[in-house]
């Protein structure tokens, strides 16, 4: 099934909820051994808690490259245990480069046979960075989430810079539109998705009229600061659209022995929150 429609069908059957997987050997919690085997107990303990609420789940790889080659071992089989669980999985590595670098970087996450269901792509190169994954995309029914408006304080550095009557992440999104209409599935939404930040209300819901077939995944809830009030204008008028992510606010909602029940329980809490704004947007 085309990217686009396969998450708009997962999210309806679940959430808008993405869980990120942010892991730190420090701050396992209690009864969970600060190790490799612990590293592993608390991913597959968070993807169960979370799995019959969230429609995703977003390992960040940075977390899994601390560990050396085991941790990209565990990175994969963590993306399988998620993916058995019912769960569409966003690899969060920010990839991009050009020529045959580039294409080794689709082939590597994108392939028929990865868990993995989509990627996070910076577009700095320009097209050339962009279109090997977007084939893959098309050929493999995978999606991509370009960097367009990201949550951090500095990101006006250099995406809020003026260009002609526009700045920087005006001009992306329109360029991530163009894009990704030529790969829309059967709801009209596009295999080609942005990154678009919480802690950015207005500049997300102007980022939506730009890229109406655009599928947005929406990170800075929770411990960035933002709430379910600000990402509304992010969702179509159907509900769909969208996929809000939470990482610390949700996997470390409890460092006690609770931690597993507390994690499901954040993600049903953020989950009600999220119908209920839906429905007002």
């Given at each position: 099934?085309?990217?686009?429609?396969a998450?708009i069908?997962?999210?309806?059957k679940?959430?808008?909820?993405?869980?990120?997987?942010d892991?730190?050997?420090?701050?396992?919690?209690e009864?969970?051994?600060k190790?490799y085997?612990?590293?592993?107990?608390?991913?597959?303990?968070?993807?169960?808690a979370?799995?019959?609420v969230?429609?995703c789940?977003?390992?960040?790889?940075?977390?899994f490259?601390?560990?050396?080659w085991e941790?990209?071992?565990?990175?994969?089989?963590?993306?399988?245990?998620?993916?058995?669980?019912g769960l569409?999985v966003?690899?969060?590595?920010k990839?991009?480069?050009?020529?045959?670098?580039?294409?080794?970087?689709?082939?590597?996450?994108?392939s028929?046979?990865?868990?993995?269901?989509?990627?996070?792509?910076?577009?700095?190169?320009?097209?050339?960075?962009?279109?090997?994954?977007?084939?893959?995309?098309?050929?493999?029914?995978?999606?991509?989430?370009?960097?367009?408006?990201t949550?951090?304080?500095?990101s006006?550095?250099?995406?809020?810079?003026?260009?002609?009557?526009e700045?920087?992440h005006?001009?992306?999104?329109?360029?991530?539109?163009?894009?990704?209409t030529?790969?829309?599935?059967?709801?009209a939404?596009?295999?080609?998705?942005?990154?678009?930040?919480?802690?950015?209300?207005e500049?997300l819901?102007?980022?939506?009229?730009?890229?109406?077939?655009?599928?947005?995944?929406?990170?800075g809830?929770?411990?960035?600061?933002?709430?379910a009030?600000?990402?509304k204008y992010?969702?179509?008028?159907?509900?769909?659209?969208?996929?809000?992510?939470?990482?610390?606010?949700?996997?470390?909602?409890?460092?006690?022995?609770?931690?597993?029940?507390?994690?499901?329980?954040?993600t049903?809490?953020?989950?009600?929150?999220?119908?209920?704004?839906?429905?007002?947007?």
């Open positions: 099934m085309h990217f686009a429609d998450l069908e997962k999210v309806k679940t959430s808008p909820v993405c869980v990120g997987l892991p730190q050997m420090s701050r396992l919690p009864g969970v051994s190790n085997q612990g590293f592993r107990e608390f991913c597959t303990g968070i993807i169960d979370v799995a019959s969230a429609s789940v977003k390992p960040q790889m940075a977390f490259e601390t560990l050396g941790g990209m071992k565990l990175f994969w089989e963590i993306c399988t245990h998620a993916k058995h669980r569409m966003i690899a969060d590595g990839r991009n480069d050009i020529g045959s670098t580039c294409e080794a970087y689709a082939d590597a996450y994108l028929a046979g990865s868990p993995i269901d989509a990627l996070t792509v910076t577009p700095y190169l320009g097209s050339d960075g962009v279109k090997p994954f977007m084939e893959r995309c098309v050929k493999n029914n995978k999606g991509i989430f370009i960097l367009v408006k949550s951090n304080a500095s006006g550095e250099l995406q809020d810079l003026a260009v002609g009557d700045v920087v005006e001009h992306l999104a329109q360029l991530v539109e163009s894009w990704g030529t790969c829309l599935g059967k709801k939404l596009s295999c080609v998705g942005a990154v678009v930040g919480a802690t950015y209300p500049e819901k102007y980022l939506r009229t730009l890229m109406p077939h655009i599928p947005f995944l929406i990170p809830y929770g411990a960035q600061g933002g709430k009030e600000d990402v992010g969702f179509i008028a159907d509900g769909t659209g969208a996929i809000v992510n939470a990482s610390r606010s949700i996997i470390y909602a409890s460092e006690g022995k609770d931690w597993k029940e507390a994690a499901g329980r954040a049903e809490e953020m989950a009600n929150k999220l119908r209920q704004i839906i429905g007002k947007s």
